[in-house]
């Protein structure tokens, strides 16, 4: 008897231990919260948002946009909505067709929407449908601050600037001083509305030399910008259309687009119009505090406005809840000085794509932050913007935005049709509406074709849920149709084989003569290998079309032991264009899982010749996360580490955690939502992984939670 309670005691404290182990959750707020964002100094590169994945409010060193010149060049302080869009009258009754140009594909012309370099009505009309619709910046909202003498104050005259991004509660605080006197700014968004609350405190209100402004710009139409040109002041209209004490509803009219914006306020204050497009809400003497929000609508049909401290108190519990469900990673137990680097880029991510990111339409590559490509979005980034939210079991943030493929359905189907072509053809640089943009690049990409393929499956995988499969069944059949009809056969080589005409996620190689890339031919077989997996899990017949492609499909094309650029690149790694730019040959075995038929030795032989020798001056953001899968499928966690931080321009994170690009191209959202797809990887691993983080060094003690295994 005493010999069995010995055993149990013994069994006992081995559960125990056990238990305590598995049972040890990571602190998250612990994590989160030492990666909150400190400024203090105006600079340009550092501005900070708050926003809700649908809206967002952009803000300066002050907490409001109070000095947008300074940041004109840089990270811009947008106010942006992804409802906000306008387009300059069409004075020219331009069409679209007029912008196409016919390629030949066996016998068949075949129209793209280009870009032409002679001057005339084509010309005229590209322009027209590439700069029409534009995104929005939907007002300025910052700080009014007067010297005694009546005279502006200056940014210079701004001192002991201390500013905090707090991740955990999304709230920004800012204070600084004025001569002698303190002011001190909240901000923060509406969790569901395209709302910001501000609270601003400062004796110097009461004095009138704090007050709170409200500008409307006229758009640019510029490629990237800040969307606002001040000078064309008789080419919209604003106005106070009704107000009373505690609130105003201001009508802003550009050409045909028409929105309204709500100002509520607590305390005893008036708006005032200081010069066209610009109110000033100038509170009472005595006064030294100013709560207030500002709400932007496409109807005047305003609810109630919540209190600052219940909006905030909701905001609040929205972010805590954020970062208490999903994924999480630890970084903390390693020891390598890289890895508190790669959680700030992580968290940072984090927050930044839930701000940027969540809405219901696939974002533009600079977000609700300011225009790039004149806001609209592309595509063939989607993937780099939605993909990891599933991963990181959050997936009903990638969910929203899906419907949005069956909003744009006729217009996809009818470009199709156009081009002679079965299903849809997804556009490349779009917008709400689903409109193509001329490009003499974008029109020629196939690899957003795709995507929702690979998130219909993502969803499938997560919920196995039949209901997913009748719901996005429509449209996974469509794209797969697309692909198939694209597929041509080559009666020489017996084969199907795709392009010419196509340009490759590797942008550099030439439309014209360009045909079998590996990503693409990777893609298209894993699609439609899904596609046809759909129909047999809906008890549907195979379908023939799509078979005898994926049976027939051109291999990854390779010499002298490396896969090439493309089938038509012989001279992939002599000529410098083609060794620069997107190293997609990765993608097919970073991004995809294994598909087509893959020597694993010469992907390895590349990878390894590609990370040694390739032009990566001259990559993108979300290359170096894509490499680093490529890395980790390959077992070369090292490397995989290397290529996520690799020291270029173009992997550079700033303080705010936007991953820089140069000055063309100051925030790049895509490089945030690879990281964290990259990071999933090499955490959870992938399709038939049984290593435990297979990303990382052994000697990388890496903790997370709730991330699922990328595919």
């Excluded at 078979?547 to 410098?576: M, R, T």
């Excluded at 979300?622 to 690799?646: S, V």
């Amino acid at each position: 008897m005493k010999s069995y309670l010995s055993l149990l005691f013994v069994l006992f404290i081995l559960f125990s231990c056990t238990s305590e182990k598995t049972e040890t959750k990571i602190d998250r707020f612990a994590v989160v919260n030492r990666h909150n964002v400190e400024i203090n100094a105006f600079d340009s590169l550092n501005s900070l948002s708050v926003g809700n994945g649908k809206f967002a409010f952009t803000v300066d060193a002050t907490g409001l946009q109070t000095f947008p010149e300074i940041y004109k060049d840089g990270v811009c302080l947008g106010t942006m909505s992804e409802w906000g869009w306008h387009s300059f009258p069409n004075t020219k009754d331009y069409k679209l067709e007029e912008a196409y140009k016919n390629y030949e594909v066996e016998g068949r012309q075949i129209p793209y929407a280009v870009q032409w370099n002679e001057p005339g009505k084509k010309q005229d009309a590209a322009n027209y449908f590439r700069v029409n619709p534009h995104r929005l910046q939907l007002a300025n909202i910052g700080l009014e601050l007067v010297n005694p003498d009546n005279s502006a104050v200056q940014a210079g005259q701004i001192t002991n600037i201390n500013q905090q991004l707090n991740l955990w509660e999304g709230i920004i605080s800012s204070s600084f001083d004025i001569e002698d006197s303190k002011v001190e700014v909240l901000t923060f968004s509406h969790p569901e509305k395209d709302k910001i609350y501000t609270q601003i405190k400062s004796d110097r209100i009461k004095n009138g030399l704090v007050a709170l402004k409200l500008q409307f710009p006229y758009p640019t139409g510029n490629h990237v910008d800040n969307a606002s040109e001040w000078a064309k002041k008789n080419n919209h209209q604003s106005e106070i259309i009704h107000s009373d004490q505690n609130s105003a509803v201001f009508q802003h009219t550009i050409d045909t687009t028409t929105y309204f914006v709500k100002v509520n306020w607590v305390e005893d204050a008036k708006i005032t119009t200081k010069e066209k497009h610009y109110f000033v809400l100038q509170a009472a003497s005595e006064i030294t505090q100013l709560n207030v929000s500002v709400e932007f609508s496409l109807e005047d049909n305003f609810t109630e406005n919540e209190t600052f401290e219940s909006a905030k108190s909701l905001s609040n519990s929205r972010w805590e809840n954020y970062w208490n469900t999903g994924g999480i990673v630890d970084f903390s137990g390693v020891e390598d000085k890289r890895a508190h680097e790669l959680e700030r880029r992580v968290i940072l991510s984090q927050y930044l794509t839930r701000i940027q990111c969540a809405g219901n339409y696939p974002p533009q590559e600079t977000g609700l932050t300011f225009n790039s490509w004149y806001g609209k979005f592309h595509l063939e980034m989607h993937w780099w913007h939605a993909a990891h939210w599933t991963y990181w079991n959050r997936s009903e943030f990638m969910q929203k935005s899906l419907d949005y493929y069956f909003n744009i359905f006729d217009k996809a189907q009818q470009k199709a049709t156009i081009q002679g072509y079965e299903g849809v053809r997804w556009p490349k640089m779009t917008d709400n509406f689903g409109n193509d943009s001329p490009s003499g690049v974008g029109e020629f990409l196939i690899w957003q074709q795709p995507h929702i393929i690979y998130f219909a499956e993502q969803l499938f995988q997560e919920k196995q849920d039949k209901e997913i499969l009748e719901k996005y069944l429509p449209l996974v059949s469509a794209t797969a149709d697309f692909m198939a009809s694209f597929a041509r056969w080559d009666e020489k080589s017996k084969r199907y084989i795709l392009g010419p005409p196509l340009i490759p996620a590797q942008e550099s190689l030439e439309r014209e003569i360009t045909f079998n890339p590996p990503f693409e031919l990777g893609y298209w077989h894993w699609g439609l290998s899904t596609a046809q997996n759909w129909l047999k899990q809906l008890n549907l017949p195979p379908n023939s079309d799509w078979q005898i492609v994926i049976d027939n499909l051109s291999l990854f094309a390779h010499k002298d032991g490396l896969y090439l650029a493309a089938e038509s690149a012989p001279d992939s790694y002599e000529n410098e264009e083609y060794y620069s730019d997107h190293p997609m040959v990765l993608g097919a075995f970073g991004i995809l899982p294994e598909t087509l038929q893959l020597d694993t030795t010469i992907m390895a032989t590349t990878f390894d010749y590609i990370e040694k020798t390739w032009n990566w001056e001259r990559t993108w953001g979300w290359d170096y996360p894509m490499a680093a899968m490529c890395a980790t499928r390959l077992g070369k966690p090292d490397k995989a580490i290397d290529l996520l931080l690799k020291d270029v321009l173009k992997n550079t994170y700033l303080v705010n955690g936007h991953n820089y690009q140069g000055q063309r191209l100051r925030i790049y959202l895509p490089g945030n939502g690879g990281l964290l797809t990259a990071v999933a990887m090499m955490c959870a691993g992938f399709e038939g992984n049984e290593k435990e983080n297979p990303g990382f060094p052994e000697d990388w003690d890496v903790k997370w939670e709730n991330i699922s295994p990328v595919f």
